[in-house]
């Protein structure tokens, strides 16, 4: 279940089921006021009565549905109305279904409460919060009591995870059918604590007519294509991946992405090196192959004699002209490459002059990627990365159709985006990753993936569950050197599990 459903598609969702017969919009409801209700008894204690905050809409309705099955758990209730809801919606039915005590909201204080069911907006939200709701929700987040948010903590943008002025800080967030992109996107995610994803009876079929092109970037969504030596495989039938090496005194990020894609199970990985760094290189590499270039025409002849079908530049590189000669000189000739990813000095040897990248004569058959943190996106896409009013997917999405490249905007909610719309966002990050060189590494763990053939989309989302989920197993005091060497454990759990 990694679909990734915008609002209005989940609107879809809902009005398809409703149109099949299968449930009418009350029975939906009742649904998810029953998953409310069930986490509400699990997550707040019996001390104090259960505040729940209802809006005039659905997910206010949502909330009295939940208020009422708690109050036939045995539980005290007590619901406070941001509004009406208009005569003949379901939200109405809900609030006549509910046969408890009712209050303003303006009348709401978090004292003397064990818990708060937050019901107010849902992940539809386009305003900024104000009034009584802003009031009771500045109340709810200084009180410090266990809060479950419906759907979406109010105030969070369902669509891009924008905080809308003011937003609850739930402990758990209660969703239906699929997650939503805000529960992924920062500053969204963290506001909505744990999610727990209902089944309100919404079939899987009506995803074959939304046909949404956003996903949560889980094993799931690559595990088929990632790679798996065959039982004749040599060096070279798994792939031959090249990273180009910086100058004498910037080596390291080089090898530690060649380490990085030879880990990821390329079976070859060699070292570009410039003359001035061939001593070095040569005193730190030993399953790394090694290769003096002088020129770019030095690379592209290595690239095309030796069968690379990947390669990474930027790590560590430096000059920006040598960079973009190598670059374009790649891109344009019919070499054999297939994948060419781009980091750090990579991407920013086109800082004002994209469109040299952009623009450049490309051989179809080698896919571009590139991997830039907020800082490179920013040089590489001015105007895109400043635009207010688009979420970070969508920010992605209009890069990567531009670059026709397969694009890697990291960060604490990094997402992945194909130049044919599609795009995951991750969640399986984890702030050990802020350490120098762990960028370098995921460059390698991509390139590693492309030698061996996985599509790049699918190899750019698996680099990133993977890095990830290696810094996870090593834990506290992580460094970037450490990344590689948990490579293993991470395709030995991937193999079991798949």
């Given at each position: 279940?990694f679909?990734?459903?915008?609002?209005?598609e989940?609107a879809?969702?809902?009005?398809?089921?409703?149109?099949a017969?299968?449930k009418?919009g009350f029975?939906?409801?009742?649904a998810?006021?029953?998953?409310?209700?069930?986490a509400?008894q699990?997550m707040?204690?019996?001390?104090?009565?259960?505040a729940?905050?209802?809006?005039?809409?659905?997910?206010?309705?949502?909330g009295y549905?939940?208020?009422q099955?708690l109050?036939?758990?045995?539980?005290d209730v007590?619901c406070?109305?941001?509004?009406q809801?208009?005569?003949?919606?379901d939200?109405?039915r809900?609030a006549v279904?509910y046969?408890?005590?009712v209050?303003?909201?303006?009348?709401?204080?978090?004292a003397g409460?064990?818990?708060?069911?937050d019901?107010?907006y849902?992940?539809?939200?386009?305003?900024?919060v104000?009034?009584?709701?802003a009031?009771a929700i500045?109340a709810?987040?200084?009180?410090?009591?266990?809060?479950?948010?419906?759907?979406?903590?109010?105030?969070?943008?369902?669509?891009?995870?924008?905080?809308?002025?003011?937003?609850?800080?739930a402990w758990a967030?209660v969703t239906?059918?699929?997650?939503?992109p805000?529960?992924?996107l920062?500053?969204?995610?963290g506001?909505?604590?744990?999610?727990?994803?209902?089944?309100?009876?919404?079939?899987?079929?009506?995803?074959?007519?939304?046909?949404?092109?956003?996903f949560?970037?889980?094993?799931?969504?690559w595990l088929?294509?990632?790679?798996?030596?065959?039982?004749?495989?040599?060096?070279?039938?798994?792939?031959?991946?090249a990273?180009?090496?910086?100058?004498?005194?910037?080596?390291g990020?080089?090898?530690?992405?060649?380490?990085?894609?030879?880990?990821?199970g390329?079976?070859?990985?060699?070292?570009l090196?410039?003359?001035?760094?061939?001593?070095?290189?040569?005193?730190?590499?030993t399953?790394?192959m090694?290769?003096e270039t002088?020129?770019?025409?030095?690379?592209?002849?290595?690239?095309r004699?030796?069968?690379?079908?990947?390669?990474?530049?930027?790590p560590?590189?430096?000059?920006?002209s040598?960079a973009?000669?190598?670059?374009?000189t790649?891109?344009?000739?019919?070499?054999?490459l297939s994948?060419?990813?781009?980091?750090a000095d990579?991407?920013t040897a086109f800082e004002?002059?994209?469109?040299?990248?952009f623009?450049a004569?490309?051989n179809?058959?080698?896919v571009?990627?590139?991997?830039?943190?907020e800082g490179e996106?920013?040089?590489?896409?001015?105007?895109?990365a400043?635009?207010?009013?688009?979420?970070k997917?969508?920010?992605a999405c209009?890069?990567?159709?531009?670059?026709?490249a397969v694009?890697?905007?990291?960060g604490p909610?990094?997402?992945?985006?194909?130049?044919?719309?599609r795009?995951a966002i991750n969640a399986?990050?984890?702030?050990?990753?802020a350490?120098?060189?762990?960028?370098?590494?995921l460059a390698?763990?991509?390139?590693?993936?492309?030698?061996?053939?996985m599509?790049?989309?699918?190899a750019a989302?698996?680099a990133?569950w993977v890095?990830?989920?290696?810094?996870?197993?090593?834990?506290?005091?992580l460094?970037?050197?450490?990344?590689?060497?948990q490579?293993?454990a991470?395709w030995?759990?991937?193999?079991?599990?798949?």
């Amino acid at each position: 279940m990694f679909e990734l459903l915008t609002p209005e598609e989940m609107a879809r969702a809902d009005r398809l089921t409703i149109e099949a017969g299968a449930k009418d919009g009350f029975s939906l409801m009742l649904a998810a006021g029953r998953a409310v209700a069930d986490a509400a008894q699990n997550m707040f204690s019996s001390q104090g009565p259960i505040a729940v905050l209802c809006g005039p809409g659905n997910n206010g309705g949502d909330g009295y549905v939940a208020a009422q099955f708690l109050r036939e758990a045995g539980r005290d209730v007590i619901c406070f109305s941001a509004g009406q809801p208009r005569p003949g919606t379901d939200a109405m039915r809900a609030a006549v279904f509910y046969k408890g005590d009712v209050r303003n909201l303006g009348e709401f204080a978090p004292a003397g409460f064990g818990g708060v069911i937050d019901a107010l907006y849902g992940a539809g939200l386009a305003r900024p919060v104000g009034g009584a709701e802003a009031d009771a929700i500045s109340a709810v987040n200084a009180s410090g009591l266990s809060v479950i948010a419906v759907d979406l903590p109010s105030g969070v943008s369902g669509e891009s995870g924008a905080v809308q002025g003011v937003a609850i800080r739930a402990w758990a967030s209660v969703t239906f059918f699929r997650k939503k992109p805000g529960h992924l996107l920062q500053p969204g995610r963290g506001y909505c604590g744990i999610v727990h994803l209902a089944d309100i009876g919404i079939a899987d079929s009506v995803l074959d007519e939304i046909r949404p092109d956003s996903f949560e970037n889980m094993p799931q969504l690559w595990l088929e294509k990632l790679p798996s030596p065959d039982v004749n495989a040599h060096k070279y039938s798994r792939g031959h991946a090249a990273v180009f090496s910086g100058p004498v005194h910037s080596t390291g990020a080089a090898r530690l992405a060649a380490m990085a894609a030879a880990r990821a199970g390329a079976g070859a990985v060699t070292l570009l090196s410039p003359s001035d760094a061939l001593a070095v290189n040569a005193a730190h590499v030993t399953s790394i192959m090694l290769r003096e270039t002088r020129t770019p025409k030095d690379a592209e002849s290595f690239v095309r004699d030796r069968k690379v079908s990947a390669a990474l530049l930027g790590p560590g590189y430096g000059s920006p002209s040598f960079a973009r000669d190598n670059i374009l000189t790649l891109l344009g000739a019919e070499n054999g490459l297939s994948g060419l990813v781009l980091d750090a000095d990579g991407i920013t040897a086109f800082e004002n002059r994209p469109e040299q990248l952009f623009g450049a004569k490309r051989n179809p058959a080698a896919v571009l990627v590139l991997t830039p943190h907020e800082g490179e996106f920013r040089r590489l896409f001015p105007d895109i990365a400043s635009s207010g009013d688009m979420s970070k997917t969508a920010k992605a999405c209009k890069a990567a159709s531009r670059a026709n490249a397969v694009l890697i905007y990291k960060g604490p909610d990094t997402v992945i985006a194909a130049s044919d719309g599609r795009a995951a966002i991750n969640a399986n990050g984890t702030p050990a990753l802020a350490t120098a060189g762990s960028g370098d590494v995921l460059a390698g763990i991509v390139c590693g993936l492309l030698a061996q053939g996985m599509p790049a989309f699918e190899a750019a989302c698996a680099a990133v569950w993977v890095h990830a989920d290696a810094a996870r197993r090593f834990g506290r005091g992580l460094i970037a050197d450490d990344l590689p060497d948990q490579l293993p454990a991470v395709w030995t759990a991937l193999a079991r599990a798949g």
